[in-house]
């Protein structure tokens, strides 16, 4: 009994690698008349094969047919479609047989879909890619193919459905579905709506669909499908540096600041004024491939800089524990320009920067100075200390800026300019304390 089974068994496995070896040689060949090689239906036996959904009679295979059964009939369809018109009728027939025979395999139906586009019947086609999506709903793949013939069709909202059903499962290929979308010509809020059921029911996280649909717009300049996709977002995701700052930046290039500061008052509340200005809270330093978001809060400095070091001091607080020590070795000519610290503003307001610093033994005569100055807006503004030099002990600075109607964000650091003296080696030790950026009445 035993060795019955085993018998069996070995002839079941030779008989499906006979198959597989089969389908996959006819698969390799490419003849250049489709009537050699694969059997042909005998005209006086022909075979008959029922379809079932796609609405078509019984046919009967005609003689110049060959029929290999299975996926080899697919591939010989598509043959038979792509060089001869006069073709067409054999290629529906093998593409019928082949569904009755896998009736469930998707691929086969978006073949017919193409067929009876090319033969003009769009109803059908339809038909037949509904099955399709249906069928394999989860493959990118099918539904790519499904979208890029969907999107071919004299139907935008048919086109738009099955981009949408891809993009669903492929946000990675955002930038050429979603281009397919926008030359549908849908209205904001339709192309809105339609993204919205596709990030509904996406393999990634809301976020990512409406940030790479947000990309969209301001690529376009297309403010009010910004504008119709803003208002679908939820509040949390609004706070998102992703989501908001570029919705930002898109106000303000098409002008609106008073809108922007609306927003970003709605998302985020009042400007939160310099961050961390007592330096209390412990310093992030950034690397050399941080990229400054649109007002990433906190300081901003390089670590292990030739000529300097900038770490907060517990020695010499003008106030609480800690104040900003930045050391200079003497070894370098110090081009400086940080710490620094982008902060958000109201536009058309003035501003007082104040704070507290002093130094020890500071050398060269292109000294250091502290400069708030406007990084938006058509015209720049910018206010800063005198230069200083030399030991002094903790005094106020304090520095006065009229905010421009279209500038959102200042900038605060301190500098020290390189110079071609003979005393350009900077030395010696500044700190800094308390630092308060508030609007003034």
């Known amino acids: 009994m035993r060795v019955l089974s085993i018998g069996l068994l070995t002839a079941s496995c030779v008989l499906w690698a006979g198959a597989v070896l089969q389908a996959w040689w006819l698969g390799r060949l490419e003849p250049a008349d489709p009537d050699i090689l694969l059997l042909r239906v005998a005209p006086e036996s022909p075979q008959q094969v029922e379809t079932h959904g796609i609405g078509a009679a019984p046919v009967r295979l005609p003689p110049s047919v060959l029929w290999a059964g299975g996926d080899a009939a697919r591939r010989w369809a598509r043959r038979l479609m792509l060089p001869r018109v006069d073709r067409l009728a054999d290629a529906d ?61 004299d139907s935008p909202q048919f086109a738009l459905a099955a981009l949408m059903n891809y993009w669903a499962v492929a946000p990675q290929d955002s930038p050429r579905t979603l281009g397919l979308a926008r030359r549908l010509s849908p209205t904001d809020a339709v192309l809105v709506d339609a993204a919205e059921g596709a990030w509904g029911q996406g393999l ?16 376009t300049g297309d403010l009010p499908l910004a504008r119709s996709l803003w208002s679908r977002i939820d509040a949390e995701s609004r706070k998102r540096e992703d989501l908001l700052f570029p919705y930002l930046q898109l106000l303000t290039e098409k002008s609106r600041h008073a809108e922007a500061d609306s927003v970003w008052q709605q998302v985020l509340g009042d400007p939160p004024g310099i961050v961390n200005g007592d330096f209390e809270e412990p310093l992030m330093p950034l690397g050399a491939e ?10 901003r400095f390089r670590p292990g800089v030739q000529g300097y070091s900038i770490t907060r001091d517990p020695r010499r607080p003008h106030a609480g524990h800690y104040s900003l020590s930045i050391a200079f070795a003497g070894t ?9 610290q982008v902060v958000r503003v109201h536009p058309g307001q003035r501003y007082r920067l104040r704070g507290e610093w002093s130094a020890d033994a500071l050398t060269t005569r292109s000294g250091i100075f502290l400069e708030v100055y406007s990084i938006d807006g058509g015209r720049s503004v910018r206010a800063q200390t005198v230069p200083r030099w030399g030991t002094w002990d903790w005094e106020p600075f304090e520095l006065e800026i009229e905010v421009p109607p279209d500038c959102l964000r200042l900038a605060v650091r301190v500098r020290r300019v390189r110079t071609t003296a003979l005393d350009r080696l900077l030395g010696g030790t500044l700190w800094l304390d308390d630092l308060v950026l508030a609007s003034m009445p």
């Open 204 to 219: 990634a996280e809301p976020a990512v669909y409406q940030s790479e649909l947000l990309g969209v717009a301001r690529r």
């Open 93 to 153: 027939a093998l593409l019928q047989a082949a569904l009755r025979e896998r009736p469930l395999y998707a691929p086969i139906w978006l073949d017919w879909a193409d067929l009876q586009q090319s033969a003009g019947e769009l109803g059908k086609a339809h038909r037949a890619i509904e099955i399709a999506v249906a069928l394999w709903p989860g493959r990118p793949r099918l539904l790519q193919r499904a979208a890029w013939m969907a999107a071919g069709m």
């Open 332 to 340: 370098e000519n110090v081009d400086l320009t940080e710490p620094s």
């Open 290 to 299: 941080f990229r400054p978001g649109w007002a990433t809060p906190g300081w």
